[in-house]
């Protein structure tokens, strides 16, 4: 299996199963002297690990990650950093009655078609596991950030359970650490409380909506036609398991705006700097960051491993009933939220040496 790898200058390759000994990620281009210890980004691992309430995974793991290379003295060194996180809570037996069987609505029939092989045992690579390594490199792209960007802040939030969205107009940034649910509206998690409650007990499963959003992210990131920040942006968030659709700024509801709505008009600040009166464009215009907040929303599918018997197909051919045993995620959703926090960081940074090699400052004064 090749493709392990995303990023030009900051890249990130991930290794590991589900059901493995342990997973992680090779970062390498992390520049020198960046503080770094593994607690930095135990932070972040322990925001998404599983088993921390009702409504995911009970698969309990420690997510403790070990940083083996790259980091001397409590600084990085420029050399590659390589990251571990030990699988300690495999329980593969759960999975022994689907080894013949195809589950709907996961890579299992994709991933036997195209290699003649699959790890059963909780999808393999395909598992939604993978992100613990994500979340891990995002926290080496946080460090640097710091001290490249330092004003940079990246928040992510839940804001659509299944049918059930958000009101805009209850938005409370100090709302998404105080629920289960990573949501910015009170009463939206007390809302989705009860429904979630309701599916899974019922051994059903849910798709979510979440929108990651990084403030003070500068003007210049990104490059016309092939190297847009946008398209980078998109294409970090679709490789998430389980991502179906993703969308920059005003998004898919552009189509339904005319050129007067839609236009971001520009006025000058009183720092001197263009300020805009809105931000359809999500921070991006040309593939080129504007200084405004880079905002993104992508769409999680319903978890495929469901309790709920589903036809199929075997290896061999023959109809089947399935249901799937094991312990998953509801709404595989909700721990999204800090593995998009980590690839629009993987991504930033990324763009922030590019921008730095190629440009160092920017050269369009205004003003």
């Known amino acids: 299996m090749s493709i392990n790898s995303f990023g030009r200058l900051f890249t990130v390759t991930t290794w590991g199963e589900s059901h493995g000994p342990a997973l992680g990620a090779t970062v390498d281009g992390c520049p020198p002297g960046v503080p770094l ?63 013949e069987k195809f589950r709907p609505g996961h890579a299992d029939i994709t991933y036997w078609q195209k ?54 107009e209850a938005w409370d940034w100090d709302q998404i650490a105080q629920n289960p649910f990573w949501t910015p509206d009170a009463q939206a998690a007390q809302d989705w409380a009860a ?14 909506v979440i929108e990651v959003v990084a403030k003070g992210a500068p003007a210049g990131l990104g490059a016309p036609i092939y190297g847009k920040i946008d398209t980078d942006i998109a294409t970090a968030m679709m ?24 236009a971001d008009e520009i006025f000058m600040g009183n720092d001197g700097k263009p300020v805009y009166s809105s931000n359809h464009a999500g921070g991006v215009l040309g593939g080129i960051s504007t200084g405004q907040d880079l905002v993104c929303r992508f769409a999680v599918k319903p978890t495929s491993s469901i309790l709920k018997p589903r036809q199929t197909i075997t290896k061999s051919g023959q109809s089947a009933e399935i249901i799937t045993k094991g312990r998953h995620d509801p709404c595989v959703g909700i721990r999204a939220v800090p593995v998009g926090e980590a690839m629009m960081a993987c991504v930033i940074l990324d763009h922030v040496l590019l921008h730095r090699g190629q440009i160092g400052q920017n050269r369009g004064p205004i003003g």
């Open 115 to 168: 290699y003649g092989i699959r790890d059963y045992r909780g999808g393999g690579r395909s598992s939604a596991r993978e992100t613990a390594a994500r979340v891990a490199a995002g926290g080496v792209a946080r460090e640097a950030l710091k001290v490249l960007v330092p004003d940079l802040e990246i928040t992510g939030c839940m804001v659509q359970m299944g049918p059930h969205k958000i009101n805009r």
């Open 37 to 99: 210890d593994a607690e930095m980004l135990q932070r972040w691992l322990d925001l998404r690990k599983p088993g921390q309430n009702k409504y995911t995974t009970q698969r309990r793991e420690p997510d403790a990650v070990e940083i083996l290379s790259g980091v001397f003295e409590g600084q990085t060194t420029g050399t590659p950093i390589q990251l571990m996180i030990r699988n300690t809570d495999q329980r593969s037996k759960d999975y022994s009655d689907i080894m």
């Open 195 to 208: 429904y979630l409650d309701e599916l899974r007990k019922s051994g059903n499963s849910v798709g979510a």
């Open 239 to 262: 490789s998430i398991n389980a991502v179906k659709g993703v969308e920059i700024g005003a998004g898919m509801g552009a189509a339904e705006l005319t050129g007067e709505d839609n």
